[in-house]
């Protein structure tokens, strides 16, 4: 049986086991949300020894080489010594510098950087409290003008970082994970075709950032986002986004609710083969649009799909 390090911890673990299992069952808490070499909040480094990685192409070639792994994506076949993540040591600083409630259960959080930031809209961090708890949260924010990264937090049920987030003070400082891309984009090539935009709860934070790119990218074709809320009090961004249409011709708003959701999927009919589809929310919610996209004739190849696990 190999043989797992972490500080000064070390212990036998049955070979082929899952790293981040076996570093959670021996208590050493290691944050993850996806499980699926997403979100990066289970990132470890190797200091002695390399797990088996099963999707090595999730993380950078290189931060590969300096050691780093996936911990939910590797099997434990060898002797093995890893540090885990130290936000303190290896993530980025940055102080908060506005906390809003938009709605009774989302919390808009504003933070800014010690260092520039480069990103782009629909890309995603993993926030880091001062006590070590962790999760990834899409970047709301429009990148090269707002001057701060801004995150929507979905506070409706208990979770660590949720909990947390509740307790968090202007002037603090959080820790900012390594920068990611999920399926979420806007493409310059994209200008002419029709782009729709569908989120379910908080889903609406990467695809509010996305929708203000197209348009300041002169994006020219229709464009339409549907916001599914649990009942009107929970479009927190109703006003903003009504005041863009009103700005922007093209683009159509729709603010439904579960009771509003089959007739506004019946009526799903694509302008034209070339629309593009950007959905976001619970993995219900994005099975439910993904499913009546392609029934209503968008290809697959066509719909960029990023979904919010429960776990917090």
């Not at 010594?81 to 906390?99: K, Q």
């Not at 990611?180 to 200008?191: F, N, P």
């Not at 603010?255 to 589809?277: F, G, K, N, V, Y």
């Amino acid at each position: 049986m190999p043989e797992l390090c972490a500080g000064e911890h070390c212990w036998a673990v049955a070979s082929g086991s899952n790293l981040l299992d076996a570093l959670n069952d021996a208590g050493m808490a290691i944050p993850y949300s996806c499980r699926a070499g997403s979100c990066h909040a289970c990132l470890v480094r190797c200091l002695e020894g390399l797990p088996t990685d099963t999707n090595p192409t999730a993380l950078a070639e290189e931060k590969r080489q300096e050691g780093w792994r996936l911990a939910c994506q590797c099997r434990v076949d060898q002797d093995l010594r890893i540090a885990r993540f130290d936000p303190l040591e290896d993530g980025l600083p940055a102080e908060i510098v506005a906390l809003d409630w938009l709605a009774p259960e989302v919390l808009r959080l504003r933070v800014v950087p010690l260092k520039p930031l480069r990103y782009q809209a629909g890309q995603h961090l993993v926030l880091w409290t001062d006590t070590g708890v962790a999760r990834p949260y899409s970047l709301a924010s429009l990148p090269g003008e707002e001057g701060f990264l801004e995150f929507h937090i979905d506070c409706r049920r208990p979770g660590l970082f949720c909990d947390a987030a509740r307790h968090l003070r202007v002037g603090e400082m959080l820790r900012l994970g390594e920068l990611r891309g999920g399926a979420l984009h806007y493409d310059a090539d994209w200008q002419e075709r029709p782009l729709w935009l569908l989120a379910a709860g908080t889903g609406l934070a990467p695809l509010w950032g996305i929708v203000r790119e197209a348009l300041r990218q002169g994006h020219r074709g229709p464009l339409r986002l549907v916001h599914l809320a649990s009942d009107p009090q929970a479009h927190y961004l109703a006003a903003p986004l009504q005041a863009l249409a009103q700005e922007h011709p093209l683009l159509q708003i729709e603010l439904i609710t579960p009771a509003q959701l089959p007739a506004t999927l019946a009526a799903l009919r694509p302008p034209s083969r070339q629309t593009l589809a950007l959905v976001c929310g619970a993995p219900s919610s994005v099975e439910q649009f993904a499913r009546r996209l392609f029934i209503a004739g968008v290809p697959r190849n066509q719909v960029f799909a990023d979904t919010f696990t429960d776990h917090a």
